[in-house]
């Protein structure tokens, strides 16, 4: 059974920090391509990072949050995390984790449940 859980979210000041963390089980982490979404009220679903390398080698950021968000992955742990610096009020949504890959020769995309993240005094 694939599962993609979240954690690390909460209420933070703008300029704050938060760490969100997905731990995956149920696939061949080192094989899937694994990313951060994120789902502000009333807007589309948009991609925020991801690395594309399967290892953290190669990474891509949405312009809004280059040089503030850092995408990384434990293999050990087979666990991706997002590292978020300097916060802004509008970097608040709900973050999702995603991993695609292949297994069995099928295509498969994967979505944790999100995880909120609040910035706001």
């Known amino acids: 059974q694939v599962q993609l859980v979240e954690s690390g979210g909460g209420l933070v000041q703008p300029g704050g920090s938060l760490r969100l963390s997905c731990a995956a089980s149920?696939?061949?982490?080192?094989?899937?391509?694994m990313s951060w979404y994120r789902q502000a009220p009333g807007k589309e679903r948009e991609l925020v990072a991801e690395d594309i390398s399967n290892t953290g080698g190669t990474t891509n950021y949405a312009d809004s949050v280059k040089g503030r968000f850092t995408i990384s992955r434990d293999a050990a742990k087979n666990t991706v995390y997002l590292q978020m610096n300097s916060l802004k009020p509008e970097d608040t949504a709900v973050y999702y984790c995603n991993a695609q890959g292949v297994t069995r020769f099928q295509y498969r995309n994967y979505w944790g449940q999100g995880t909120q993240v609040t910035v706001s005094h």
């Open positions: 149920g696939f061949t982490f080192s094989s899937y391509q």
